[in-house]
C-alpha cells in the first residue's frame, strides 16, 4: 500500500527559523537513533515515521553511528524512504552527523578532514541519498585543529553534499589549547 501523507501536516506545527539562515525547522524533531536500528522492526520504524511525518515533523535527525549496530538507522531510513517518503523529499530535513567512532585504525573517528568526508560518503550511500540538508561533527575533538575541521565542513558543502553544517555536543565557549 502507497503512503499518502496526512494533507494537514502543517497545520498544527510550529516551524523556527534555524539561526540565522533561511531555513525553517519543526519545533518538534525525530531523532533516530536507538529506535531505527536492526533491533527494531523496520515495520515498527515505518509507522513512527509515517506518524511523526503526519504530525507535521519533517526533520529527521540521524548519525553515522546510529543504531545499534552502527550504521544500521541510516540504512533502515534509507529503505523506508525510498519506500514510503521519496515523494515528499523536498519536504524534509535530513540530517547526520559524524565524530564517534565507526571503524578501527586511527581514521575511524573524531574530526579529521579525513574522516568527516569519508563518513559523510558512508552515510549518504547507506542511506541512497546526494545530499544530506544538515551535516554535524558530532563532539568536539582534542587532537585536530578546529580550523581543519570547520575546512572539511565548508568543502563537504561546496561539493554539494550538505546544504548547511554544525557543530553538535560542542561547549559555547572553546576551551582553550595550552601551550
Request: some cysteine.
Given at each position: 500500500?502507497?503512503?499518502?501523507?496526512?494533507?494537514?501536516?502543517?497545520?498544527?506545527?510550529?516551524?523556527?527559523?534555524?539561526?540565522?539562515?533561511?531555513?525553517?525547522?519543526?519545533?518538534?524533531?525525530?531523532?533516530?537513533?536507538?529506535?531505527?536500528?536492526?533491533e527494531t522492526r523496520v515495520e515498527t520504524s515505518r509507522q513512527l515515521l509515517r506518524h511523526a511525518f503526519?504530525?507535521?515533523?519533517?526533520?529527521?535527525?540521524?548519525?553515522?553511528?546510529?543504531?545499534?549496530?552502527?550504521?544500521?538507522?541510516?540504512?533502515?531510513?534509507?529503505?523506508?524512504?525510498?519506500?514510503?517518503?521519496?515523494?515528499?523529499?523536498?519536504?524534509?530535513?535530513?540530517?547526520?552527523?559524524?565524530?564517534?567512532?565507526?571503524?578501527?585504525?586511527?581514521?575511524?573517528?573524531?574530526?579529521?578532514?579525513?574522516?568527516?568526508?569519508?563518513?559523510?560518503?558512508?552515510?549518504?550511500?547507506?542511506?541512497?541519498?546526494?545530499?544530506?540538508?544538515?551535516?554535524?561533527?558530532?563532539?568536539?575533538?582534542?587532537?585536530t585543529p578546529l580550523l581543519e575541521t570547520m575546512r572539511a565542513l565548508d568543502h563537504i558543502v561546496r561539493?554539494?553534499?550538505?546544504?548547511?553544517?554544525?557543530?553538535?555536543?560542542?561547549?559555547?565557549?572553546?576551551?582553550?589549547?595550552?601551550?
Amino acid at each position: 500500500m502507497v503512503y499518502q501523507a496526512n494533507a494537514t501536516r502543517y497545520q498544527t506545527m510550529e516551524f523556527r527559523r534555524c539561526g540565522q539562515s533561511g531555513l525553517k525547522l519543526p519545533a518538534v524533531s525525530l531523532g533516530l537513533w536507538h529506535n531505527f536500528g536492526d533491533e527494531t522492526r523496520v515495520e515498527t520504524s515505518r509507522q513512527l515515521l509515517r506518524h511523526a511525518f503526519d504530525l507535521g515533523i519533517t526533520h529527521f535527525d540521524l548519525a553515522n553511528n546510529y543504531g545499534p549496530p552502527p550504521g544500521s538507522a541510516e540504512s533502515n531510513f534509507g529503505r523506508i524512504l525510498r519506500e514510503d517518503f521519496l515523494p515528499y523529499r523536498d519536504e524534509l530535513i535530513i540530517s547526520s552527523k559524524a565524530g564517534y567512532t565507526m571503524w578501527d585504525g586511527p581514521y575511524g573517528d573524531w574530526g579529521s578532514r579525513k574522516y568527516l568526508i569519508a563518513s559523510l560518503d558512508q552515510s549518504l550511500k547507506r542511506m541512497g541519498l546526494e545530499y544530506v540538508d544538515i551535516f554535524y561533527h558530532h563532539r568536539p575533538d582534542p587532537e585536530t585543529p578546529l580550523l581543519e575541521t570547520m575546512r572539511a565542513l565548508d568543502h563537504i558543502v561546496r561539493q554539494g553534499k550538505a546544504l548547511y553544517v554544525g557543530l553538535s555536543n560542542y561547549p559555547l565557549r572553546p576551551r582553550r589549547r595550552r601551550r
